[in-house]
């Protein structure tokens, strides 16, 4: 049972390039979310979907922009990146109301911009 | 919206001694309060979790505790090992239902001493 797979694991870019992160998950979870990790900053949730063809924004979305085409898949996509976007994001999926179910957490991606 | 504060940053024990992490919270009417443990490397991954209807929760040598009139909440590792070494977080529901968002504190580094 794979979980929740994010690809890839590692990425420098340099400012103004484009890239998308990939998040897939086999459990057939509703929700899913992309986080972002920095030193003292803890877990800043980006954007999330409570479903398939959903998107919501999150506490910091800006320069990113997501995608929920298929129930397993979500997709964040940095469209021109700068070095603040430098950092390790998270995807995370869980089964139904955030009051019953447990967040899952990929392995992360670290994503360096120069 | 939910804000959640977690003390400390950093946190350093004996190996076998107690470790106590806190977090105060904001918003009154939250009700969920998950911890969860991130290893080096990985992704988190919830510990333990409490609601608001209960007081206190053991599992093992990790408990919980929660002060709903406080506002805070409290981890509680016993007999510390070396495998107890990480980044915890604690996190909270904010209050609007169907709001979907959990809020994280930003992190204490436990360092466990041999």
């Known amino acids: 049972n794979a979980g929740v797979t994010q690809t890839p694991k590692f990425r420098v870019l340099k400012t103004g390039q484009s890239m998308t992160l990939l998040c897939a998950q086999d459990?057939?979870?509703?929700?899913m979310y992309w986080y972002r990790q920095d030193p003292g900053m803890g877990l800043r949730l980006i954007h999330y979907s409570v479903g398939e063809g959903t998107t919501a924004k999150g506490e910091v979305p800006d320069g990113y922009n997501v995608s929920r085409l298929k129930k397993q898949n979500f997709l964040l996509g940095l469209e021109s990146a700068a070095p603040s976007q430098t950092s390790v994001y998270f995807c995370?999926?869980?089964?139904?109301?955030?009051?019953?179910?447990?967040?899952?957490f990929g392995e992360g991606s670290r994503l360096t911009v120069l | 919206g939910e804000n959640v504060e977690q003390h400390p940053s950093t946190l350093s024990v004996q190996e076998g001694d107690s470790a106590v992490i806190k977090c105060t919270y904001s918003?009154?009417?939250?009700?969920?309060f998950p911890w969860y443990k991130q290893e080096l490397g990985k992704g988190p991954q919830l510990i333990i979790d409490?609601?608001?209807?209960?007081g206190e929760k053991k599992d093992q040598r990790i408990a919980v505790t929660l002060n709903k009139t406080a506002k805070h909440f409290s981890l509680h590792i016993t007999e510390t090992q070396p495998e107890d070494s990480a980044v915890y977080f604690c996190?909270?529901?904010?209050?609007?239902?169907?709001?979907?968002?959990?809020?994280f504190g930003t992190g204490t580094r436990l360092t466990i001493i041999p």
């Open positions: 409490i609601r608001s209807n209960v």
């Open positions: 459990m057939n979870h509703e929700y």
């Open positions: 995370a999926s869980r089964n139904g109301g955030l009051n019953t179910g447990e967040l899952f």
């Open positions: 918003d009154s009417a939250s009700n969920y």
């Open positions: 996190a909270a529901i904010p209050s609007i239902f169907g709001n979907e968002k959990l809020t």
